[in-house]
């Protein structure tokens, strides 16, 4: 018998992706419906529908259970859901009653029922924003807020830019995005992770969220994590981040190599999941520990600035609202996959070892910290990095990405200098 | 209000010290009384009874009570309780119905009303300690057990010296052995203790069981239950440990500079308690997670071989066990203190700091393992211990008590010497 945590929403997986003769057979309608263009992020939506990775969920959401979700953090049926799931259009032909194809890239990703459209208006979509993506910290005020959420917040500026109108319905999803074949072995539907799960008969099992190389300080909390739990995942978003920002065909080798150099293989697993980042901090961690516990794991390692993007959160805020949740008592309405809630890591000289601020009481000079943005600098500029602060053998692949970077530029500049000289 | 678990047993804090003037006048009434020698251990029972340590207990063991903990862990009433808390005696002309005094090197422990007297045969103790000392892996067949247990077992050898009678009934306990002058601020009755965990508004909190000096393995299990709990309480035992062992007095200090030097004191508390050890492994696994919910804390850290002595269990027995204990459902009868269960500890080089055997996926050469035995001729012969096993400051500060022992011996043989020439 399985010892996992159950699928959020008390329904067991839920599940929208037709597969063989049912999807052919919906895709060849689909070709007859009228086509929605949607975004990235709708497409990650979607797929999650699709797999299970969002269950109980299989529409995109009413008015209702938007507004509830953004004010209390549930569906209007009192399920709990951090965040809004939404399926924006400009497109006003589109009628209640409608079935149409949802469409990203020439690709049709969906069919759906329309059960309901919607207008937000720009008051209502900047609300949505504050509910959702400003915090709850001193800075957070509404003014400083939108003076630079606009420019700077790729989440609100997502939603800002939403079509006029909102389609609810429920969906059948008819494609993963080719994610199965990108990632081979590392891409997981909830059932197959639960599977490998139950094969290894775990039943505390945590999940390191990851959009970003891995280095020593969430090798630490990977391996806090394998100490108190059966087993860990380090489950990575393989879906679209922002600019400049590592792309998952180079994150996921890395995390291989670590695995296979620096973990005991029983103890660890590496999945990735097929969603867009929302950067919208507490709210996205409460999102992240609800598919993680589709996924089978009850308890997500929340660490600085989980979700984060700028000085938009307070560094822990995405720890503190796990205890501000709506509880109901009731397990098929409650988040049941708990945080695990770690502080600032880093290796530090005098403790002769990786710590965090709750272990180390030595000083900002015997740690080895560096910023995201200096360590890509030094990275791109093939300079050293500091010792202790990462795996050399991940290091080096790193620079590899940044070097090839690097030519790719160089390449196309020689290009445009000798295209100007003829 | 109080965030820590309940004491156990579901009364609150059992205490049977009495003080100030009910004390006196018990003591006076004491002086009248039938004396009855008591062993050391059965000392260190009372006063952890005095204190509430051993909540609900407020009596030395009936023979039903005796029975059913060593078959079926808790007392006749169903209560959990893991290990025999008896009064052995030789002196028959006790009675049933009498007061006598427990007295220890001429200082009176206890009254005592005796409601039962009962002997236990040879067969009898051997059953005992076949059920609480003999483990349960494949070297502890009966016959292996028996061969070297009664040479080699501290707590075998105890129990089968034990006086032929057991004497049951509630105690007034009037001494506290001199603890709390030996060890001011260390040595916290569990009402004390609750009160300093409370001001600190902690709610999971871990017990480092220790009985040996903090060395850097030590640390490291210190250091993960602060990363995954409110606090940490380091829980030494300053009771009596076997011949050869390090004291208390020398234990307590290095802590001291430890927790000064490696430790973030907000999150860090360092304690004693008064009782001596019975080498049961497993079951005393199981007493120390019980005490340790009356003193407060819902989480004990359990290692490789805790309360073992010599090869007398497998190493993760004390782990497993908590896995095979009754669980009625009743918070009022049930152990609610939880292991927080961490494996071998130790540096590693490749890892480049502290692992664990579920972390590290290196080899034996790369790995700062010493045993107990090699590092006491290290230091006693002040040999270099490797680097990463310890923290200088603490190894210093053995290397002193271990020069002083060498020092008093030297004494002593010149005295011998010198005196064999007159």
């Known amino acids: 018998m399985s010892k996992l945590v159950a699928p959020h929403g008390g329904k067991g997986l839920v599940c929208s992706l037709l597969e063989g003769a049912a999807r052919e057979a919906e895709l060849k309608k689909a070709a007859g419906l009228k086509k929605v263009e949607i975004s990235a992020r709708v497409r990650g939506d979607l797929i999650m529908m699709g797999i299970g990775g969002f269950s109980p969920l299989d529409s995109f959401m009413t008015k209702a259970d938007w507004k509830s979700v953004c004010d209390k953090f549930t569906l209007a049926d009192g ?9 924006d259009t400009n497109d006003d032909s589109v009628k209640v009653g409608d079935e149409i194809a949802l469409v990203f890239k020439d690709e049709t990703y969906a069919t759906m029922k329309v059960t309901e459209k919607y207008a937000l208006t720009d008051d209502e979509k900047k609300w949505e924003c504050e509910k959702i993506f400003k915090g709850v910290g001193e800075d957070s005020a509404d003014d400083k807020f939108w003076k630079v959420a606009l420019e700077d917040h790729p989440g609100v500026k997502m939603v800002m830019a939403q079509g006029k109108f909102n389609l609810a319905g429920p969906v059948k999803v008819l494609s993963e995005g080719g994610y199965p074949e990108r990632y081979p072995g590392v891409y997981m539907r909830p059932a197959d992770l639960r599977a490998k799960l139950d094969e290894k008969g775990w039943g505390t099992v945590a999940a390191l969220q990851l959009r970003n190389p891995m280095h020593r300080s969430h090798e630490y909390l990977a391996k806090i994590a394998v100490e108190v739990c059966d ?8 879906g679209n981040l922002k600019p400049g920002d590592i792309p998952a065909e180079v994150r996921v080798p890395c995390i291989d190599k670590l695995v ?19 950067y919208a901090g507490p709210r996205e961690a409460l999102l992240h520990a609800l598919f993680r516990q589709n996924f089978g794991m009850n308890r997500l390692i929340v660490g600085r600035d989980h979700a984060g993007v700028g000085d938009f959160y307070g560094m822990f805020e995405a ?8 509880v109901t008592g009731n397990p098929a309405k409650d988040l049941l996959t708990q945080p695990l809630k770690i502080d600032w890591t880093f ?7 990786m710590a965090s601020l709750r272990t180390c009481p030595h000083g900002k000079e015997d740690r080895v910290i560096l910023s995201g943005t200096k360590l890509r600098k030094m990275l791109s500029d093939g300079s050293d990095i500091p010792d202790h602060f990462g795996r050399e053998e991940v290091l080096d692949m790193l620079r590899k990405y940044y070097a090839s970077l690097t030519e790719k530029v160089e390449v196309k500049m020689q290009a445009a200098a000798s295209g100007s000289k003829m």
Not at 260 to 275: C, H, R, S, T
């Open 79 to 87: 399920t709990f859901w951090p965040v809004p799931v939404v399926l």
């Open 231 to 238: 087993g860990v995942v380090i489950h990575s978003l393989i």
């Open 260 to 278: 296979e150099l620096y973990f005991v293989k029983d103890n660890i697993i590496q999945a990735g999941y097929p969603l867009d980042m929302r």
């Open 319 to 326: 720890q503190d609202i796990f205890d501000q949740i709506p």
């Open 347 to 353: 290796y530090c000289k005098k403790c002769d070892g």
